[in-house]
């Protein structure tokens, strides 16, 4: 299993990016993904998951209206629309697999131990 993250950056307040998380060695279309994060001198946070065809969202309170997660099934790729950054949102990304196909609960999905792989992360600063 391969994770590898691109699009971090440093943006002004306000401002947005764009994260994708290109996935090889596993059947892509067979999992929900996830977006995690971790900011420096704290846990995992987990951000968001969609299901294995796309159609579900699921996101945490602070950053549901700001972020979209999407992902391209074809091209085994998951990506994170992050837009009105905030300098809380500072922190390593993270794309992770989880070890089953799917989740048993939604409170599931926010645990990073139901998760078997994941990427190296991408760094998003946000500051003026």
């Known amino acids: ?9 440093l943006v002004q307040p306000g ?4 994260l994708s998380c290109k996935a090889s060695g596993f059947f892509f279309n067979d999992y929900f993904m996830s977006w995690f994060r971790q900011a420096p001198g704290k846990g995992m946070e987990w951000v968001s998951t969609i299901d294995s065809d796309g159609t579900t969202a699921y996101y945490a309170d602070s950053v549901l209206g700001r972020f979209t ?21 500072s922190a390593v990304y993270f794309c992770g697999k989880p070890g089953a196909l799917s989740f048993s609960a939604v409170a599931d999905m926010r645990r990073g131990v139901e998760y078997s792989d994941w990427g190296q992360g991408a760094e998003v600063a946000v500051s003026t």
Do not use: H, K, Y
């Not at 299993?1 to 950056?9: D, K, N, Q």
């Open 69 to 89: 997660i999407e992902r391209d099934n074809a091209g085994n790729t998951l990506s994170l629309q992050l837009n009105t950054l905030r300098p809380e949102d």
């Open 1 to 9: 299993v391969s994770l590898v993250e691109s699009g971090g950056g």
């Open 15 to 18: 401002g947005s990016l764009t």
